[in-house]
């Protein structure tokens, strides 16, 4: 987990709010991703940024949106169209040496 | 489109035996392969990569993997398992369309008894 940071660990909202998620990282990285895992499925790609003021869309972008204003900083808002938030957020980043992506510790979000 | 598969859901293992993590995939050209770790309400952990060169690789805490051309295979392994291997295993692969994307497998339950 190292370098990158994710904030809150665990984030409780209502129905029909939006809520934004906190991931920075330290390692100089111009890459960064956010992925939601559920229970079986793996991990998919929500939205990922190449490089500042950049980002495009993963596998399940609807209902998510995301800003890249600084290198440091991608925080991702699950807005209240997405239709089951209720998931464990991930970020990452990547070194721009290596394919390998580097992980935070995670934001359980649950939506009642 | 490139992918990987976890044949297992789950590996139960004792305590001091070999752990093996099974990982196929399916690539058109030359896969890069990843492997990943998460404990319980974790971000996931890099372990160990094949780009290219000796198809033994070795990664952190012991873990080695295969890759294997043939058998279009990459499985983890460790010589002598403990009972803090016990986590969730993922194996990834590289888009080959996307530099700047990964697919995971769906994940192995690792539980390892003493």
């Known amino acids: 987990d190292g370098g990158i940071t994710q904030s809150p660990k665990y984030l409780f909202r209502k129905e029909g709010q939006n809520v934004t998620l906190s991931c920075e990282q330290n390692?100089?990285?111009?890459?960064m991703y956010w992925y939601r895992q559920d229970p079986g499925q793996g991990l998919r790609l929500i939205y990922y940024?190449?490089?500042?003021?950049?980002?495009q869309k993963g596998d399940i972008a609807e209902g998510y949106s995301v800003s890249r204003e600084k290198k440091e900083s991608f925080p991702l808002t699950v807005t209240s169209a997405q239709k089951n938030p209720t998931a464990f957020y991930l970020c990452a980043s990547r070194s721009p040496q290596g394919y390998e992506q580097y992980f935070g510790p995670g934001t359980r979000l649950t939506v009642t | 489109a490139q992918s990987v598969a976890q044949p297992e859901d789950q590996v139960n293992v004792a305590e001091g035996n070999p752990l093996t993590v099974k990982c196929t995939y399916s690539v058109s050209g030359n896969p890069y392969l990843f492997w990943y770790v998460q404990y319980p309400n974790r971000g996931l952990q890099f372990l160990l990569k094949?780009?290219?060169?000796?198809?033994l690789v070795k990664g952190s805490y012991g873990f080695e993997a295969e890759f294997n051309k043939s058998q279009t295979s990459f499985h983890l392994k460790k010589p002598s398992a403990l009972v803090s291997d016990s986590a969730l295993y993922f194996c990834?692969?590289?888009?080959?369309?996307?530099?700047?994307?990964?697919?995971f497998g769906a994940g192995t339950t690792v539980t390892v008894r003493a």
């Open positions: 390692l100089n990285h111009d890459a």
């Open positions: 940024s190449q490089i500042v003021n950049d980002f």
């Open positions: 094949y780009i290219t060169g000796d198809n």
């Open positions: 990834a692969v590289r888009d080959l369309s996307n530099d700047y994307k990964l697919s």
